[in-house]
């Protein structure tokens, strides 16, 4: 699921009445704490080359499988790349925080001071890539096919609408059932993608398909094997090309995805030339993997491109539904037993940083230590309820990096006896001798190398961990149904955090399946933390709810904190070229571009194998 945004609405372009007392604002743009970057009449994004030539082909990596060309379902393992076959109203730009421009639609009209709706006029020229036109009527039943039958994230995302009026055939307004919530006309310009009404007379949306979709996007689904391969060619005939928010992008006519149930496979066959570009997550490989004849002779390129997204939080996750896992200091006693010194420096080649924000590497981030004073003053009225870690700092294990440090797993087993458990018969029981044991649900096998010393430090705590591994489908239907006690997960965050919380942390989502809120985490005052972060007036309070939200949440230690990078590792055959201003908050791979006769050379070299 796309994650929102929180904005407010600038850069006006004209007024014109509405009603008495009232006036429109008729905008190229939306954006929250500035002016957006781009006036209203920009050529293009500063990391877009629009001299970029267009032409060659690319293969790409997934993994797993796939069974359908429906992305909006929670059921299902959709194919990789479909975002590229539909559009929203508006895009987004990737050097800003979140700043959304024109595509759809051709602007965007609200009232300032009403701020309880929105009007989107669409583009005359926007087109499905069937040459049928883009209408009003496809965005209202867009919005409510979604709401009824996609996936769950969009009813949190887009909860907050009230109504859906088509005007005129461009012309269509959405009513807001409150004026607090800034972000909800952004996530709907930028989120909300525009299906063909017609097109979905004659298939069902909510069931998964393989038939071909019908989209408005720059690229049309070209051919299918399914859960093997699927390929996109660039539509000659887009009609989008020339938009400013296009220019330079979208330049390789053929893009295919390769799909790998094998990590190990998977990197052989990209030293083989059977896929071109290679996002390395892996600390080891990069600094191993890449010492093969073709990157020895030039023809594979790796650079670190650093980048300035939050990093988010990767850790071992627990299913607090689960009873063992209900007791905060039972967490935090596990989470001493992940040896991230260790592992970072037999492991990673001393690669990552310690994860101890979810919103790490960035300014929404809670600084380590005593709160400062505005984040304490909003969580002061509070203390009560919560632990004095909030108020004074979390601890994070750091150990002596040999492994399994002492004074943590001593520290952890003061908290487990203060929580009741005790070591009967060399396992850990709590006080009617149930035995604390738990199953760590993955369908990443290169992580087992992560998991299994984990494991091993459980032992000596007297917990039985064991490791389950399962296919890419089994582990998302056990994920969507939270049949899980333990797994390793990543929550992604933006600069802008907005509605995209509720479907993260709130109680609502903890009681709906398929919901990202795979935690299970039902508290008031995380519940109140989100509102306060959608309805910030303002970039400093948005900056201090999320903080007092980070503190919170880890306070919890909800998850067991693993590691990040603030760099996209990326390897690739040396015929793809990049601008030399890459976006600052995304790896977006259609900025890129074919060098022809370099791709000539380098497929004879692919080819030859040697």
């Known amino acids: 699921m796309p994650h929102g945004r929180l904005y407010g609405l600038l850069l006006a372009l004209m007024l014109c009445p509405l009603e008495a007392g009232a006036e429109v604002i008729i905008s190229h743009a939306l954006g929250l704490d500035a002016p957006p970057r781009y006036g209203d009449n920009f050529d293009h994004f500063a990391y877009a080359d629009p001299q970029a030539p ?27 790349g479909l975002g590229q076959v539909f559009e929203t109203l508006g895009q987004r730009s990737e ?4 700043s959304v421009y024109p595509l759809l639609a051709s602007a965007f009209e609200y009232d ?18 069937n040459g049928q036109a883009v209408r009003a009527a496809d965005v209202a039943y867009s919005f409510h096919a979604l709401m009824r039958d996609g996936d769950p994230g969009y009813r949190v995302m887009f909860a907050g609408v009230q109504d859906v009026q088509v005007l005129s055939p461009r012309r269509v307004r959405f009513t807001f059932r409150s004026r607090q919530d800034r972000s909800l006309p952004l996530l709907l310009a930028s989120q909300l993608p525009i299906l063909s009404a017609d097109y979905y007379q004659h298939h069902l949306f909510a069931h998964t398909t393989l038939d071909k979709p019908l989209g408005s996007g720059p690229y049309l689904v070209d051919s299918i094997d399914p859960g093997h391969q699927i390929s996109y060619l660039r539509n000659p005939h887009y009609w989008g090309a020339a938009l400013p928010v296009n220019r330079g992008l979208y330049n390789i006519d053929r893009i295919t995805y390769l799909y790998f149930r094998d990590a190990v496979v998977a990197q052989e066959a990209f030293k083989a030339g059977q896929y071109d570009l290679r996002m390395e997550n892996k600390a080891k490989n990069w600094a191993k993997l890449y010492n093969f004849p073709a990157a020895r002779q030039g023809w594979v390129r790796k650079e670190s491109l650093r980048n ?38 037999f492991l990673f080649y001393g690669a990552y940083r310690r994860d101890d924000s979810y919103f790490a590497n960035s300014e929404l981030a809670c600084p380590p230590g005593p709160l400062h004073t505005e984040v304490a003053r909003l969580l002061s009225p509070y203390r009560a309820q919560l632990p004095a870690s909030v108020f004074t700092g979390v601890r994070i294990p750091v150990s002596d990096g ?46 087992d190398r992560i998991i299994e010393p984990f494991i091993r430090n459980l032992e000596k705590l007297g917990i039985h961990a064991s490791l389950r591994n399962v296919d890419v489908s089994q582990y998302i239907n056990r994920m969507r149904k939270f049949d899980f ?47 306060l972060i959608q309805q910030a007036p303002n970039r400093q309070a948005l900056i201090t709810a999320t903080q007092a939200l980070d503190r919170v949440l880890m306070a919890g230690w909800y998850v067991i904190p693993q590691y990040y990078v603030d760099s996209y590792r990326v390897a690739y055959w040396n015929f793809l070229r990049h601008p030399q ?15 022809a006769p370099a791709e000539t050379l380098v497929r004879q070299r692919q080819d030859a194998g040697d």
């Open 54 to 80: 267009k032409g060659g082909s690319l293969h790409l990596s997934a993994f797993g499988t796939f069974d359908s060309l429906n992305p909006f379902l929670d059921k299902g393992t959709p194919a990789e």
């Open 308 to 345: 300035g997204n939050p990093a988010g939080m990767q850790g071992f996750v627990f299913n607090t539904r689960r009873s063992q896992f209900q007791d905060r200091r039972v967490r935090e006693a596990l989470a001493q037993a992940f040896d991230f010194e260790w592992s970072n420096r």
């Open 581 to 595: 201003v890459l976006p600052r908050y995304a790896f977006d791979i259609g900025t890129w571009w074919v060098d």
């Open 95 to 98: 050097d800003e925080a979140f």
């Open 485 to 531: 006690d333990m797994t390793i997960s990543t929550f992604p965050q933006t600069l802008s955090p907005g509605n995209e919380q509720r479907n993260d942390w709130s109680s609502q989502a903890a009681a709906r399946p398929g919901s990202q809120n795979i935690i299970g985490i039902h508290d008031p005052l995380v519940d109140h933390l989100v509102d």
């Open 112 to 129: 300032p001071q009403d701020r309880s709706w929105m009007v989107f006029d669409l583009n005359p020229q926007a087109r499905f890539s």
């Open 402 to 447: 040999h492994g399994s440090d002492r004074n943590n797993l001593i520290y952890a087993q003061a908290l487990l006896k203060a929580a009741g458990y005790h070591v009967l018969n060399d396992q850990l029981v709590d006080a009617q001798g149930q035995a604390l044991r738990f199953e760590i649900l993955n369908a990443q096998p290169e992580m």
